[in-house]
């Protein structure tokens, strides 16, 4: 194949991809080339991973353990909101976020910036749920390879997750009680 082809090929695609983005997008700005890319970067994410199980050598169990299941569940949640929302992991996020508020017990609302890859970066730092595949992934890959102390960890989180909806039970408690 000679350059000008190649050349007409790229072309093509190009306008292809554009047209599609434009299409789906229906006049809002969606950033799909940072999704496909945070696609792609949590495809060789989880690829690191599997090679890293893989050899280690050791046989996948058949099935997760439900209180495993459990466990990872409970964990995912907490890390996600603590990565996510948390004010103290906040200087993590701001190269990727602007600050928009408090949003609840000791979160934040912050908004993704729009310059180029920070747009997508921000989604997934401010999603809790964009970032519990990210979490859920760690914690499995992790189990697999520290199973103590990747449990031991998992059992903190659940704890905090645990005493997160004490506190939020007890302020609302106090709260009902004071008002009448």
Do not use: N
Request: aromatic share 8%.
């Amino acid at each position: 194949m000679g350059t000008e082809t190649d050349g007409g090929v790229v072309a093509r695609l190009r306008r292809r991809l554009h047209r599609t983005e434009r299409t789906y997008s229906a006049g809002e700005d969606r950033p799909l080339r940072g999704y496909a890319a945070a696609m792609a970067a949590f495809g060789v994410y989880t690829a690191g991973w599997a090679a890293v199980v893989g050899a280690r050598g050791r046989p996948l169990p058949d099935r997760p353990e439900p209180w495993d299941v459990a466990l990872t569940a409970v964990a995912t949640f907490r890390l996600s909101r603590l990565l996510s929302k948390a004010s103290v992991t906040s200087p993590l996020r701001a190269p990727f976020t602007t600050f928009q508020g408090p949003q609840g017990p000791a979160e934040l609302h912050e908004e993704a910036r729009t310059e180029g890859a920070k747009d997508t970066v921000g989604e997934l730092l401010t999603c809790p749920f964009c970032m519990s595949v990210w979490v859920a992934s760690t914690l499995t890959a992790g189990q697999l390879l520290w199973p103590r102390a990747t449990r031991t960890a998992m059992g903190a989180l659940t704890a905090l997750a645990g005493a997160d909806a004490l506190q939020l039970t007890y302020s609302a408690l106090v709260a009902r009680t004071t008002d009448e």
